[in-house]
């Protein structure tokens, strides 16, 4: 991804910052709620090893209260490119009243190296996708981990859906993204041991397929799409995507990948004692 897209993209967010957490937010809560939970589910221990939380690509910060509520004394950070996002983030970290709460504009696909090590466990949904190299970004984040961390990535793959309104937009737009790095993952996570990879999906649903076009178009992906082909390109795009769509109210359950990595613990942790 060059620079100038780079830059379109967070600007794209930034642009988007409010309307994505009233419009899709309420709707990707079951994903945000399922990487939370698979943070300590299935573990030995019914907590986290010692260190913070971190959260890449946290946009408006969703995982926050969940974490929270989890861990009350753990130190969470989240990063975000977008500074649109970031203003929201550290919006609801102050509504939370949380004094341990970190909220940093930077890159999330590369991690300052003060996080190496250090993390009890690393959570993201619905940013890996985004990322110019995921693979990359993936391996700094096991990186991030402490021996015995957890991470839990939430994504959409190229495919999330047979028929539904994701599908039918990557249709009108004529998507031919390269999603061959999806296959690749796994072999980003040799530092770790993979404990699920698995589909999960739920209902989403929306008054109607011109309310989701525009809330994609205003409050989602497609806004540095926008930003780089213009008003002209959207709103033809958008009539063929109506015109293509079922009337009324519009159900679907898209399928977003999960991968849970735990990463070994230290060789004192790994021996059980003598005595």
Known sequence: MT?????RVAQGWDEAADGYEEYFVPRF????RTAVDSLTSGSRTAQLSDGPILVPCCGTFPELELLVERFPARAIAGIDLS??????ARERAAR????DVEVVQGDAGTLDPRWSGACAAVVSVFGLQQLPDPEAALRSWVDALAPGGRMCVVYWPGKTEDDGPFALL????GDRSDSSWEDRLVGALD???VERDEFVDFPMTHPDA???????????????LALARGDAYIAELRQRYVAAAPAGEWTHHPRARLILVRKPPSR???TPPTS
Not at 170 to 173: D, E, S, T, Y
């Open 3 to 7: 620079d100038e897209r780079l830059a």
């Open 29 to 32: 809560a079951p994903w945000v």
């Open 83 to 88: 500074a649109g996002m970031v203003r929201r």
């Open 96 to 99: 939370l009243g949380s004094a």
């Open 170 to 173: 990557a249709k009108v737009i």
């Open 191 to 193: 530092a770790g041991t």
């Open 210 to 224: 011109a309310t989701y076009f525009d809330a994609a178009d205003r409050a989602g992906p497609m806004r540095a």
């Open 268 to 270: 004192a942790e790994a």
